[in-house]
């Protein structure tokens, strides 16, 4: 496993991150989940992602129980605030008040006293940025947290909170977009904008919910247990239909033979794609089996010739959704 720094930072980070997601109401075992979180340890992955909202807290508490023997010094830990998790009108997003108290519950479900990483899971519209940022400088002052980040704020967003950040003498430094080989919008304008200000990329869905994988057949019904197959709903479910058309599926299919060509299976392809792009210091997978992890895991290090990245970007063009456009 290779490590990068992160962004303008000493902090070097797995090139795979695990992404312990779970749905609030995931029925996944905690076996299962363990499993694959032992198995990210076993492949030499350090850095691990997760956030209060991943199955109500039940994600955080998992992945506390599978690091309870690691060395704390040997493992980088990403959690996140914003979405519902407490009651009444404090109970979300960006406020003091709740960035103070999403963070101390998510120490406890842990068990630990800091966080490497702890990301603003979204923006909060209803909150003034210099009290979020203002928040988010306290805790590390206060040692509980150690860097800071956003997830899916927009350029002029992270811009300002840079700007706030800087004036309190603490460091933005990650952005966590989606991005893959299909979804490329954050290229156009939140790369551009992070890389002056030395703030790194830590993309998830770099397997576009699995379509890259090459599960998803043209023509074919969703296998069954796949998340294509899954009741979906609201933007999970336009995300979805969106990629599940034939033409996409069919302009993946041509990378297999692509994949095949380097040594690598498809998932592995892509994931390799993504830790090719500037600015990227991390590609975060997910996993409901073991053997996916060390498949994804094999990713790290692979070195894709200039040729086999132009060669995918002929394949997929025509499909991806790059922000300039709606199709």
Known sequence: M???HLGRSGLRISEIVFGNLLYPQDSTPDESVLACLRA?????????????IYGMGRSEQLLGRALAGEPRDGVVICTKVFFPTGTGPNGSGL????VREALHASLRRLGTDYVDLYTAHRYDPNTPLEETVSAFADLVRAGKVLYIGVSEWTAPQITEAAALARAMNVQLVYNMPQYSALWREPEAEVIPACEPLGIGQVPYFTLAQGVLTGKYRPGAPAPDGSRGAAELVGGR??????????E????VARLEPVAAE??????????AWVLHRPNVAGAVIGASQPEQVRENAAASGVKLEPQLMARIDDILGPVVSDGGSDG
């Open 2 to 4: 290779e490590h990068r």
């Open 40 to 52: 990210a340890l076993d492949s030499g992955i350090t850095t691990f992602d997760t956030a209060d």
């Open 95 to 98: 406020s003091r008040k709740h």
């Open 237 to 246: 479910a336009r995300f979805m239909r969106r990629l599940l058309t034939d």
């Open 248 to 251: 996409v599926l069919e302009r």
């Open 262 to 271: 380097a040594g690598l299976t498809p998932s592995q392809l892509a994931v």
